[in-house]
Nanobody, 119 residues
Framework: QVQLVESGGGLVQPGGSLSLSCAAS????????MSWYRQDPGEQRELVAT???????NYRGSEKGRFTISRDNAKNTVYLQMNNLKPDDTAVYYC?????????????WGKGTLVTVSS
């Protein structure tokens, strides 16, 4: 069982930056593809960025160039650096772990951290 704990959310002004962290425990972190999702109230959770176990990264179109996902396998932590934040970036941000084990898909979610972009 993998536990994911996000941190780093808060209130930031438009144009500002935040760095989110997700600390993992209870599993072999390096085996997992790690992602950040976000969810607005009343909306579906949407993928923001992914970093694979091999270190490849993918971003949703609107965040590419503003957000950077990275991981430190020695610290069992994945990060999301968010720059030039906009009010539309306001959401709860969730950490997600995924891997395939045999015939099964194994996924875990964190509880989320709130990011509010407002002046």
């Amino acid at each position: 069982q993998v536990q994911l704990v996000e941190s780093g959310g808060g209130l930031v002004q438009p144009g500002g930056s935040l760095s989110l962290s997700c600390a993992a425990s209870g599993g072999i972190f390096s085996l997992y593809d790690m992602s950040w999702y976000r969810q607005d109230p009343g909306e579906q959770r949407e993928l923001v960025a992914t970093i694979t176990s091999g270190g490849s990264t993918n971003y949703r179109g609107s965040e590419k160039g503003r957000f950077t996902i990275s991981r430190d396998n020695a610290k069992n932590t994945v990060y999301l650096q968010m720059n030039n934040l906009k009010p539309d970036d306001t959401a709860v941000y969730y950490c997600h772990a995924y891997r395939i084990a045999g015939d099964a898909e194994v996924t875990y979610w964190g509880k989320g951290t709130l990011v509010t972009v407002s002046s």
